[in-house]
């Protein structure tokens, strides 16, 4: 197999992997702060030049790349072998000598394993995969961990118009039943920060365009099920019926970033000194 392009990772994930391509929105409006200003303050103020820094689903290695000459070394963790690849090239052209990358999946405490114990101060995860057990390992004590987590079904509303939102408890992605979980593994948040923003699309072709690349109508719970326009056409245009503005056809989407650290996490504070 020839290993793919980044033009063609474009065409294939668009911006599930932080690519722009066609189907990108054609303008986006934010509610105020951008949440990607926000990942990158955050990163800057956590990580410094003595940083071990961990990227939790690194993708094609964007963020990786601009953070490591700001810190010690970073490591990337990534489970798309096409995805490892481009950020290998791009580690390469930009001549880093401070960055291991590693294929591997978070579910499999073999691929965990590889990370070494106790090393990192710094974590991140990207629209990427979760902090689970077998991670924390890898983390020091007294470690930060950063995540931008998309909202109910990447972060747009799209799924249950196209019926992909699974009728399932806990199917919506509910940031707090997250916070839930890494509270068990004594993660205490300092920083949570929601925010919605809308993208526009000229018009139901460039819509039907970006629903069909990466990720978009997909969920982790169900077989994927991209854009078939036989099946989503009826759907696609009554959405466009309703949500075409000056501006183009709006989606709402929604994402979370939370910081958090290390920390014995008291459920009932008011006894804490027990």
């Known amino acids: 197999m020839t290993d793919p392009s980044d033009e063609e990772l474009a065409a294939r994930y668009g911006l599930y992997a932080s690519f722009d391509s066609p189907a990108s929105p054609a303008l986006v409006k934010y509610y105020g702060e951008n949440p990607a200003d926000e990942m990158?303050?955050?990163?800057r103020l956590h990580g410094g030049p003595e940083s071990n820094v961990l990227d939790i689903g690194c993708g094609a290695?964007?963020?990786?790349?601009?953070?490591a000459p700001l810190i010690g070394e970073v490591w990337g963790f990534e489970q798309d072998t096409a995805l490892l690849a481009s950020a290998r090239r791009r580690v390469a052209a930009h001549g880093l000598d401070n960055v291991t990358l590693i294929e591997g999946t978070v579910a499999v405490p073999a691929d965990v394993a590889r990370l070494p114990e106790g090393h990192f101060d710094l974590a991140f995860s990207q629209r990427g995969p979760n902090l689970n057990a077998a991670l924390l390992r890898a983390l020091r004590?007294?470690?930060?961990?950063?995540?931008?987590?998309?909202?109910?079904?990447?972060?747009?509303?799209?799924?249950?118009?196209?019926?992909?939102r699974p009728i399932t408890a806990g199917a919506a992605g509910d940031y707090r039943g997250?916070?839930?979980q890494y509270a068990e593994l004594d993660l205490f948040?300092?920083?949570?920060?929601?925010?919605?923003?809308e993208s526009f699309?000229?018009?139901?072709?460039?819509?039907?365009?970006?629903l069909g690349r990466g990720l978009t109508l997909s969920n982790w719970r169900?077989?994927?099920r991209p854009y078939d326009p036989d099946r989503d056409r009826a759907a696609?245009?009554?959405?466009?019926?309703?949500?075409?503005?000056?501006?183009?056809i709006r989606v709402l989407a929604q994402r979370y970033i939370f910081a958090l650290r290390r920390a014995r996490v008291h459920y009932y504070p008011a006894d804490s000194t027990l």
Request: glycine share 10%; proline share 7%.
């Open 236 to 248: 696609l245009d009554l959405y466009a019926r309703y949500n075409t503005t000056p501006a183009g």
């Open 222 to 224: 169900l077989p994927r």
């Open 141 to 164: 004590p007294d470690a930060i961990f950063i995540q931008e987590f998309v909202g109910p079904l990447n972060g747009n509303h799209l799924g249950e118009i196209f019926g992909r």
């Open 189 to 197: 948040p300092v920083s949570v920060k929601e925010y919605f923003f």
């Open 40 to 43: 990158a303050r955050l990163l």
């Open 201 to 210: 699309f000229r018009d139901a072709e460039h819509l039907a365009l970006f």
């Open 61 to 67: 290695g964007q963020t990786l790349c601009w953070l």
């Open 178 to 180: 997250l916070l839930g």
